[in-house]
């Protein structure tokens, strides 16, 4: 039994275009909310629904994003994000491409972790994508992104596709106690 544990806050992002896309948003949250160890979610974005980018030919997107208060490594977060996406029957066929749901561990404190292919942090592209940056700055619009020392709402400010993210619901909120916006 440790007595007293070091918490991190990280921010997830959440993504689906299969499917009943809320509902497997709301999965992943309540999943994430079960995490092993002392995880909590601190803070939900509000819903935002987006063109696809990169392969087109799918259906739009529902994004949000998800804070975090873990005890858990970074890498150990990563390996329960990606065994929710298998539960939830993520399939990579496509770079890209249509999926129940896309968890990506955005920020990890204001650590920089690099252990390539798959664990990168901060996600290398989310200053990039206004599908991210917008529900980002929901509930981290002042925290200042480790490797550009800019705050999430100047990197949301300068970034193009602002246009195709629409805000499509202001809570996320089921009847669960586990999370707040």
Same mark, same amino acid.
């Given at each position: 039994m440790r007595?007293? &544990? !070091?918490? =991190?806050k990280a921010y997830i992002a959440l993504g689906s275009n299969l499917g009943d896309r809320l509902s497997h948003l709301s999965d992943a949250i309540e999943a994430i909310a079960s995490l092993p160890e002392e995880t909590s979610v601190i803070g939900v974005s509000s819903i935002y629904e987006t063109k696809p980018v990169g392969y087109l030919d799918q259906p739009n997107f529902l994004n949000a994003v998800l804070v975090i208060?873990?005890?858990l490594k970074a890498d150990r977060l990563l390996t329960h994000l990606l065994a929710i996406e298998q539960q939830q029957k993520r399939v990579r066929s !496509?770079? @890209?491409g249509p999926r129940t749901i896309d968890l990506d561990l955005l920020l990890y404190d204001q650590q920089i972790i690099e252990q390539p292919p798959t664990l990168i942090v901060p996600h290398p592209r989310m200053q990039d994508r206004a599908f991210v940056l917008r529900?980002?700055?929901d509930v =981290? &619009? @002042?925290v200042i992104h480790p490797v550009f020392t800019k705050t999430i709402q100047a990197l949301y400010e300068v970034v193009s596709g602002k246009e195709d993210v629409i805000c499509y619901r202001k809570t996320l909120r089921r009847d669960y106690e586990g999370f707040v916006n």
């Open positions: 007595l007293f &544990a !070091i918490m =991190a208060s873990t005890d !496509i770079r @890209n529900p980002l700055c =981290a &619009a @002042n």
